[in-house]
């Protein structure tokens, strides 16, 4: 007897699962903490803009992302020292 399931059925079901504790995880946490992360997201997505417009001239680019953007929001200083030292070692 030969029982095979498919990889890609087995990923769609991790998958699945995943969203489903995302969904759930969203419908626990307390709206301050969201509220507080959306906030240090848009300030680290400004700082970085302001940083690549500065910083043009010497040839210094950061990728403006939602990653980029909640380091920069949560670390401040030493997380734009931390997205510059990644540029240049990646």
């Not at 079901?13 to 946490?29: D, M, R, T």
């Not at 507080?36 to 043009?56: E, H, Q, T, Y």
């Not at 380091?71 to 401040?76: D, E, N, S, T, Y």
Request: charged share 5%; hydrophobic share 65%; aromatic share 12%.
């Amino acid at each position: 007897m030969n029982i095979s399931i498919e990889y890609n059925i087995i990923l769609a079901y991790l998958v699945g699962l995943f969203l489903l504790y995302a969904l759930g995880w969203l419908l626990v946490v307390p709206r301050k903490f969201l509220l507080r992360l959306i906030i240090n997201g848009i300030f680290g997505g400004i700082v970085l803009f302001i940083i690549n417009i500065l910083g043009k001239s010497i040839g210094l680019y950061i990728a403006i992302n939602p990653v980029t953007a909640l380091i920069v929001g949560f670390l401040g200083i030493p997380g734009i020292i931390l997205l510059v030292i990644l540029q240049y070692i990646i």
